[in-house]
């Protein structure tokens, strides 16, 4: 079984950068497409950010494009969100996701089966 971790959340004024980071352990996730979801309060989880098991393709939200970062190492079994230019509507508990049956593009939230515990991401005014 994969177990996701994630770190680096915080709080941060709006227009500010914080990177999140996701260790997985107990198996190699370098053949999984893995991704970033978000979800706030009241709000249903919503994708951010997909790359491909090889780093050649990556996709983002339109909300975020332009302004986040995600790769991976995967000598370091990690996958990593730089996020620049954060926004009051950026806040949310941010959550790294991994699908074994899509290496290129992971799934969406409804079909996705691997999920970390979330990291929380305020952004203040």
């Known amino acids: 079984q994969v177990q996701l971790v994630e770190s680096g959340g915080g709080l941060v004024q709006a227009g500010g950068s914080l990177r999140l980071s996701c260790v997985a352990l107990?198996?190699?996730?370098?053949?999984?497409?893995m991704g970033w979801f978000r979800q706030a309060p009241g709000k249903e989880r919503e994708f951010v950010a997909a790359?491909?098991?090889?780093?050649?393709?990556?996709t983002y939200a339109d909300a975020v494009k332009g302004r986040f970062t995600i790769s991976r190492d995967n000598a370091k079994n990690a996958v990593y969100l730089q996020m620049n230019s954060l926004k009051l509507e950026g806040a949310a508990v941010y959550y790294c996701?991994?699908?074994?049956?899509?290496?290129?593009?992971?799934?969406?939230?409804?079909?996705?089966?691997?999920w970390g515990q979330g990291t929380q991401v305020t952004v203040s005014s």
């Open positions: 107990g198996r190699s996730i370098s053949s999984y497409g």
């Open positions: 790359i491909a098991w090889s780093s050649s393709a990556t």
């Open positions: 996701a991994a699908d074994p049956y899509r290496n290129q593009r992971i799934g969406t939230a409804q079909t996705v089966s691997i």
